[in-house]
């Protein structure tokens, strides 16, 4: 126990002075609150980069019954909630003839039930390379709601920053 009240404390003074977002609390929260409230972001960030790399890299859509909720929320509004319309959607595209990739996860952050996923779709045939930042939530070990933006990549911009 001691080491983790020490651990969270180095971490709260690391991530303070290198301007990383900390979660607020109350004067009244704990040590073991807060090391509680980042073990759960941990472990929400595993569950995610690995569902998502099962999914998404290995095109294993059996991931969605390990790791989707039956009643997931979609607020894609090209895909209907629920794990099964997802399962569809992607048989659709055809993902299943997808090569296999290892994700590349540009950032991934974790704060309580929520994590971000900054990711880039290779180019694919006619269509370029894609930025996607995927927020999902995350309930009981489940993934029960998800938000997306995607943007393409232009081929030609004002300035030469990568976008991710």
């Known amino acids: 126990m001691l080491k983790k009240t020490i651990f969270a404390s180095i971490f709260l003074v690391t991530a303070s002075v290198a301007g990383l977002a900390v979660p607020v609390y109350a004067q009244d929260a704990t040590q073991t609150q807060i090391v509680q409230d980042y073990e759960l972001a941990q472990a929400n960030k595993a569950l995610v980069t690995k569902a998502f790399q099962e999914l998404f890299g290995d095109h294993d859509l059996t991931a969605l019954d390990r790791y989707w909720a039956t009643d997931y929320i979609q607020h894609n509004p090209s895909i209907s909630d629920g794990r099964e319309a997802v399962k569809t959607f992607f048989e659709s595209l055809g993902i299943l003839t997808w090569p296999k990739q290892q994700v590349k996860f540009e950032r991934v952050i974790a704060e309580g039930d929520l994590v971000m996923l900054q990711t880039v779709q290779p180019a694919l045939e006619n269509s370029p390379a894609t930025v996607i930042v995927d927020i999902f ?22 300035n030469q920053r990568p976008m991710y």
């Open 137 to 158: 939530r995350v309930e009981k070990g489940k993934i029960v709601e998800h938000w997306d933006v995607i943007q393409p990549v232009p081929a030609e911009a004002t």
